[in-house]
């Protein structure tokens, strides 16, 4: 399938070595094993630091998937799904504040690419972001339980998303 026929791109982003951080990754690991439309495209990222420009540009639709440590979030950074689990928010992406720019392009979080990207007038319109918040991100290998429970829902509710997309 060429890319013209693509619709909609998500994109897990974390560190498998970095344990719960990894959650992005294990929804596209997930996401992957299932039968999707040829319209669907689905990428383990990483931490692609620049790179990630390249996988948004010139996309129809975009969804990134990332883990959100508990203390950065509040209310102005994203919208809770569902307020009672708190198991994954949608975070827009012109919602996102850095005080300061990391001066390198090595390892660049999703945070300061976004923000390069609104600096330098690059449409943002497409892309969602959902962010599973864990509490915290140590070198470990694997999720933790409670994560696994949240890469579970977000894997159903972008599976839900495809079928209403082919409707």
Partial sequence: MSSNEI?????GLGSPLMGD???????????KHEELPGSVEVLSAGTPGIDLI???TNRERVIIVDAVKINEMNPSYGRAVD????DFVFIEPESIRKKEIDASVHEMGLDTTLILMRTLKMDLSNVTIIGIPIRSAEQVRGLSKEAE????KVTEHILTLIKEMRK
């Fill in 7 to 11: 619709t909609l791109t998500v994109i």
């Fill in 21 to 31: 951080d990894g959650v992005g990754l294990e929804v596209a690991h997930r996401l």
């Fill in 54 to 56: 390249d996988m948004i």
């Fill in 83 to 86: 307020e009672s689990s708190k």
């Fill in 149 to 152: 429970k949240k890469a579970n």
